[in-house]
């Protein structure tokens, strides 16, 4: 497996941006798919955005869609989401997970996790 260390989180205001972090131990960073997952209290885990290996392929969840970007640096380890045009359903704990081979929209089938990040968007 691999470990996992999200940062970047905030209270931001409706209309801004933050970019997540998330850094990754190991050699085998690029043997793993990697997604952004978020929860938001009283709620499930719910998908966010996902990439490939290589960064060729993205995917994201239709909420978000036009306003995140999900991005990696292989040579560095790390996975990044820059989130625009935040709002206030926004709002969750945000969370880094790396999947061996390819990667899918749930979270059950995701080995690795992070301890999360939170997220907060004013009204």
């Known amino acids: 497996q691999v470990q996992l260390v999200e940062s970047g989180g905030g209270l931001v205001q409706t209309g801004g941006s933050l970019r997540l972090s998330c850094a990754a131990s190991g050699r085998t960073f690029s043997s793993y798919a990697m997604g952004w997952f978020r929860q938001a209290p009283g709620k499930e885990r719910e998908f966010v955005a996902a990439i490939s290996r290589a960064g060729g392929n993205t995917r994201y969840a239709d909420s978000v869609k036009g306003r995140f970007t999900i991005s990696r640096d292989n040579a560095k380890n790390t996975v990044y989401v820059q989130m625009n045009s935040l709002k206030p359903e926004d709002t969750a704990v945000y969370y880094c997970?790396?999947?061996?081979?390819?990667?899918?929209?749930?979270?059950?089938?995701?080995?690795?996790w992070g301890q999360g990040t939170q997220v907060t968007v004013s009204s």
């Open positions: 997970a790396a999947r061996a081979g390819t990667f899918n929209s749930n979270p059950n089938s995701w080995g690795s």
